[in-house]
């Protein structure tokens, strides 16, 4: 078996891979380097091959933009992919050919390929379904493909066949995210090869859920203060993440509800994912099913023109969402360099971006001085004076997430693709305990072939000849800051993802280190005292930072050698020093010294890049006064910031507030927590007295910080009955004619919007909305209806009664689809509740979630009862 590197091995972009295997030839991915003037992969070793069968992973450029052209040279060869990914590649390959034509026509740039050819690809689509497969082309091969998690319908894909077994990873993310679920462990399981994806091997990532509350907070606080928030996202899966994340946020009240244009090839990709809901996660494909829009609303609009584009910005304050996400093209450049000069506007990214992209150069700028912050976009130099911020929405596992599944996989050999230098030397180190490594180039050819000892080895192309390593050092010297250029000058091969430890970087400097002994790891103990006091000076000398050498990150004590272009741009930019990696033992030690042992404290982690340390107390609000004294003085001896995670442990919660409970009471289920509101409610059955609730409530504020209700039957009192309430027009506005207001209400909230009528009183110049959750959308829709009102100059009226029906409907939707109902669901207006009875018992959590999802919606109870 043979796997033939077309691309994509060092870096991302122009991801091929040419497969001999079982007697067949098979290609995966074929895509282009987005805005590289070397955009495609080797296509010419594809010259006199015969390929049987072409397998696609996903439907990102990088994997799919060359396709057109080897379809173009092997019409008759099916294509394999997911049915989401089919679908996608309509779209993504008929924008590639849109976006081509332009830049004809502006750019004399020769289209790789046009609409024809497009056509062809599509006509060779095949489906791939997840699991193991025989294909008709490529008989004596087992075909396993799995779920990737990257985007929508993106596969790992396994071979498994009598001369070798190879996984190809594709591009992979372990979390769940909100459009689609984590990715599933690859097959076959102990493969001879493993390709593996390397985005981020050298980074961990945050908190995905922190990450996405920061940013829809950030984004509310633009917004709040006057101006338009543009966020730049990858088409296809990252822009349908941050729909999602900020419509979340407003129904659930987290956020203030502002409005929201989708933009670019965005709004083509938003439209696609409803044809495909069986690949998205379960929550948003029971809400499609269930006739939801997805990722449009009165408040979430496409923009679909010029003339709208230039409404965006002179109308009110709101968030844009377009391609392209690293403002390389498309929309997204047009809205950057209308806004950068706006002090109150921002620029958020939510995730890679290419070091040669003017997105990065724009993030470059975020901390630079005033009169240095100017960038330069469509050959014009632009003053920044907006706010500039990232947050890590990744759709790519990090490095601890790639070695689990290496560690759960178990393959022979990883070869390392789809990742800069510092990226696949960083996993390298991590994995070198586990497995054997490579790390191929661009044209590489990997052999599997019988070893000597019985089973099966990956081959790789020997290194060229190294000559012996004569001393850097002149007799004597000691190495100083010159000298480590001159050392990285004797050393490097150029690639970049050489890495050595401080005592190999010593031998190199006194020339002891032999004939490519400097280019390994594990070398023996120089042993003299002279080159103890070498590395003594070199580690002082690299602990100061130096753009020869940089720290491994996860892997201290070794050092890795860029690039000249990556040396050249730390020069340019003046970063060429960089601090001592933080020692976390020593800093977890010191957090253990000065906080000692409280029970209440359950988690210590500190950040390897940066050495914050964050603390995860049950109840963080009632810690961080209690331990304020000691946490004051331990961020002072650490010199780095001291952060107490702000989410209580809902365990710990239900705990404290079932104990609690006085004598005489039962709690009918599980808790409902109530995080906005920071907020326990407890069911009871029994009674107990106001007082001694009322003491049970002081008790529980006092240990946690957070508000407790006890509901009994005693304590069920009748809600206020229902006001309706009105929102007036300035006074002195001309009223609009009758029917023009009344389809102005109708447009500014449709039925999506949850309004199912809207009726006029001419003689009260008042229009009446009737939602179906009334007080749901006061709440959210409060300052677009002073707007309706300002709009049409008249009085707008909610109408106060629930929908009855929609109620039942939320209260079923709500609940677990594994619960039946016993009867029909009963609906009590005088408490604002919907009392459900359940045949069988549910999982308390499911139930309990279900009730706050209920309530999220409806602003009512959700009561359930199981039958005893």
């Known amino acids: 078996m043979q796997l033939h590197v077309l691309g994509g091995a060092s870096g991302v972009g122009a991801t091929c891979h040419l497969i001999h295997l079982a007697g067949r030839t098979l290609l995966v991915d074929a895509g282009v380097r987005v805005d590289s003037p070397d955009r495609l992969p080797d296509l010419a070793s594809l010259d006199g091959v015969s390929l049987d069968a072409m397998l696609v992973t996903h439907a990102h450029a990088d994997h799919i933009g060359a396709l057109p052209l080897v379809a173009a040279r092997h019409p008759a060869t099916p294509i394999y992919a997911s049915p989401a990914t089919i679908r996608l590649m309509e779209v993504m390959l008929g924008d590639a050919v849109r976006v081509m034509a332009k830049r004809a026509a502006d750019e004399l740039e020769l289209p790789l390929y046009d609409e024809a050819l497009v056509a062809q690809v599509l006509r060779q689509l095949r489906p791939l379904c997840e699991g193991a497969q025989t294909l008709p082309e490529l008989p004596g091969i087992v075909v396993h493909a799995a779920r990737a998690g990257h985007i929508a319908g993106a596969l790992s894909l396994g071979f498994d066949a009598a001369d070798g077994r190879l996984v190809i990873s594709g591009d992979v993310s372990a979390t769940p995210q909100r459009t689609i679920l984590g990715a599933a462990l690859p097959a076959p399981r102990r493969p001879d090869l493993m390709v593996l994806e390397s985005t981020y091997g050298a980074r961990m990532h945050p908190n995905r859920a922190l990450e996405e509350r920061k940013l829809a907070e950030a984004v509310a606080t633009v917004i709040a203060r006057g101006g338009h928030c543009l966020i730049p996202a990858f088409a296809l899966g990252r822009a349908q993440e941050v729909i999602l994340i900020l419509r979340a946020a407003q129904r659930d009240g987290m956020i203030p509800p502002f409005p929201i244009a989708v933009d670019g090839l965005v709004r083509a990709v938003c439209g696609a994912y409803v044809a495909f809901p069986d690949a998205l996660a379960p929550s948003l494909r029971r809400y499609i099913l269930n006739g939801g829009r997805a990722f449009f609303s009165s408040m979430i609009k496409p923009v679909d023109s010029p003339t709208m584009r230039e409404r965006v910005l002179t109308g009110p304050p709101c968030a844009i969402i377009s391609s392209s996400g690293m403002l390389t093209g498309g929309p997204s450049v047009w809205y950057a360099e209308r806004i950068t000069s706006d002090p109150n506007a921002a620029i958020f990214f939510s995730g890679y971006v290419d070091e040669e992209a003017p997105g990065r150069r724009l993030l470059d700028l975020a901390d630079a001085p005033p009169h240095e912050r100017r960038l330069r976009l469509n050959e014009q130099e632009l003053p920044v004076a907006c706010e500039v911020g990232r947050y890590s929405l990744s759709a790519h596992a990090d490095g601890d997430e790639l070695a689990a599944m290496v560690r759960a996989l178990q393959p022979k050999t990883v070869a390392l693709v789809h990742g800069d230098p ?146 050249r741009r730390a020069q340019a930019a003046g970063s060429g020093r960089r601090g001592p990696r933080p020692n976390t033992t020593a800093i977890l030690a010191t957090v253990d010294r000065i906080l000692g042992d409280p029970p209440d404290l359950y988690q210590r982690s500190v950040d390897p890049e940066i050495g914050t340390v964050t603390l995860r107390y049950f109840f963080p609000d009632v810690a961080a006064e209690r331990d304020a004294a000691l946490l004051a003085q331990l961020q002072a001896e650490l010199g780095a910031p001291v952060e107490v995670w702000p989410q209580p442990h809902q365990g710990q919660l239900a705990a404290l507030a079932l104990a609690l409970l006085p004598a005489g009471l039962t709690p009918e289920r599980a808790p409902a927590i109530f995080h906005e509101a920071q907020r326990l409610e407890v069911r009871c059955t029994g009674d107990a007295d106001a007082t001694t609730l009322a003491a049970v409530a002081e008790t529980f504020a006092a240990r946690s910080g957070w508000e407790l209700r006890i509901h009994t039957p005693s304590s069920a009192t009748p809600a206020p009955a229902p006001k309706e ?43 009446t909305l009737r939602f179906h959750f009334p007080e749901v959308a006061h709440t959210h829709y409060a300052d677009s209806l002073r707007e309706l009102a300002a709009q049409i100059g008249w009085r707008i009226g909610i109408w106060p009664q629930a929908h009855q029906e929609a109620l039942l409907r939320a209260a079923r939707e709500a609940l677990p689809a594994e619960v039946a109902l016993q009867g029909n669901p009963a609906i009590h207006a005088a408490t604002r509740e919907v009392a459900v009875r359940l045949t069988a018992s549910g999982e308390a959590d499911a139930l309990t979630a279900a009730a706050q999802t209920f309530r999220e919606r409806t602003g009512w109870q959700l009561r359930v009862k199981e039958q005893t």
């Open 422 to 567: 510092e990226a696949r030397a960083a996993l390298a180190a991590r994995l070198h305990s586990m497995t054997e490594v490579v790390i191929p180039q661009d044209g590489q050819v990997l052999s599997i072939a019988p070893s000597k000892g019985g089973g099966r080895r990956v081959a790789v192309p020997p290194p060229p000849p190294v000559a012996p390593l004569a001393a850097v050092a002149v007799a004597g010297e000691l190495p100083d800051a010159a000298g480590l250029e001159r050392l990285w000058q004797a050393l490097r091969d150029g690639t970049g993802v050489q890495v050595f430890s401080l005592r190999e970087l010593a031998r190199a400097w006194s020339g002891e280190a032999g004939s490519g002994e400097a280019g390994r790891r594990g070398g023996e103990d120089a042993g003299e005292a002279e080159g103890t006091t070498v590395e003594e000076v070199l580690a002082q000398l690299l602990n100061e930072g130096s753009p020869f050498f940089a720290p491994l990150p996860h892997a201290p004590g070794l050092w890795r050698l860029p690039t000249p272009a990556e040396v």
């Open 725 to 767: 309430e009105f929102f007036n027009p300035p006074q002195g506005t001309k009223p609009s004619e009758l029917n023009v207001a009344l389809t102005t209400a109708r447009t500014w909230f449709p039925p999506e919007a949850g309004c199912y009528k809207a009726s006029a009183d001419q003689a009260k110049r008042t229009v």
